[in-house]
């Protein structure tokens, strides 16, 4: 299907074999904008796709599948920077979640379900975990200290206090003071340093974050929680990390910006296992069909014997859709697909089929 409008993807998810879910913003809207756009597609017949559409007043890029027996849920969460989540089930938002304490913070960056429960981690060091329905705690001690916490409420204080002072006094209305301290807000995200990036574990008492130690001179962090504390694991001196895959019971991939690519575990230890002359950016992994997939800054890759390469699909898919192997992508799986989410294309690969399905682009204005 071709669409013409001026709009860039950015975010996928399977949400089984057939079904899928795409959030959009229009080319002109800046990161982190109060706006996205989700839609809902049925692929069953390949050659008439059908879709539905659903606007919210915020950005929401970040899915991850989600089943609760108890709660009656079958479907996904979708994560926005500023604390919403978003539980969506056979094509309708069934509900929203937000977590108060976000404002004081930075951006929330990875939403995961990790032993049936619901982990989200963000950018000044916070934590949370959903500890059952419309209810989220922090867990982040010893990684977001008390200093820190009452240091987040001073800063939105001081904040606060600078927009009024800056206004006219004629002009110190809810409205201008609302309207003033978002811009700074939103101005502050985009100079904020990143700090966790992604979370992933194999249960709740094992589990790993990593991201960005803040300062002059940034690198990589992760953490390791065991269900009591966090601790800060000595890893080799990288960039930026931001992607982790949990491979096998000893073996866990952290990724990060500029080809950086760290390999072990918490007991162990982590070595680098990077390729000097590879300097993509990685922020997924997937497995799926005994393979190992990456989205990167350029293009979908493949990881072979602690290699980051060419998929092996290279071939075929750059006859379908050559920018999905140059440009920014988003992966996902199910079953036997592979979900490649460029910023104008969508394609899914069948392992059952060995094929490549070509499903949308957009022709609209260029987002450059």
């Known amino acids: 299907m071709i669409i013409d409008q001026n709009i860039k993807f950015t975010g996928g998810c399977l949400v089984d074999n057939d079904r899928l879910v795409l959030t ?28 539905t559409t659903l606007e919210v007043k915020n950005w929401a890029d970040n899915m991850v599948r989600y089943i609760s027996a108890q709660e009656e849920f079958n479907g996904l969460c979708c994560l926005s920077p500023v604390g919403k989540v978003f539980f969506i089930q056979d094509g309708k938002i069934v509900s929203i979640e937000t977590l108060n304490e976000v404002e004081r913070w930075g951006n929330l960056r990875n939403i995961v379900q990790i032993g049936g429960q619901l982990y989200v981690c963000g950018n000044k060091g916070q934590i949370y975990q959903r500890v059952e329905k419309n209810k ?29 002072n800056s206004l006219p006094e004629e002009q ?31 249960c709740s008492n094992d589990i790993y974050v990593c991201g960005t130690s803040p300062g002059s001179k940034e690198g990589g962090v992760v953490f390791h929680y ?14 930026g990390l931001l992607s982790i895959y949990l491979h096998d019971e000893n073996t866990v991939y952290i990724g990060g910006y500029n080809g950086y690519l760290l390999k072990g575990n918490y007991r162990d230890g982590f070595i680098e296992i990077s390729d000097s002359t590879n300097l993509v950016s ?87």
């Open 172 to 202: 110190r209305t809810m409205e201008n003071i609302t309207r003033v301290l978002d811009e700074r807000k939103k101005q502050e995200k985009k100079q904020g340093n990143r700090n966790l990036s992604a979370i992933n574990g194999y």
């Open 226 to 239: 065991n269900g009591i504390n966090w601790q800060r694991l000595t890893v080799p001196t990288t960039d």
């Open 136 to 164: 989220w705690q922090h867990i982040d001690d010893s990684i977001l200290s008390e200093q820190d916490r009452k240091a987040g409420v001073k800063e939105r204080k001081k904040m606060r206090d600078e927009v009024i």
């Open 282 to 368: 990685i922020d997924n992994f997937v497995s799926i069909a005994g393979r190992v997939f990456l989205s990167t800054n350029k293009g979908v890759r493949q990881l072979k014997d602690d290699k980051v390469v060419t998929v092996d699909m290279y071939d075929e898919l750059n006859q379908v859709a050559s920018e999905l192997l140059n440009d920014t992508v988003i992966i996902d799986v199910y079953g036997d697909n592979l979900l490649i989410v460029g910023k104008k294309v969508v394609c899914r690969y069948s392992f059952k089929e060995s094929k490549i399905n070509f499903l949308l682009s957009v022709i609209g204005q260029d987002d450059n």
């Open 24 to 51: 959009s913003v229009d080319n002109d809207i800046e990161f982190y904008s109060d706006y996205s756009e989700f839609s809902f597609w049925d692929t069953s017949n390949i050659n008439d796709l059908t879709f």
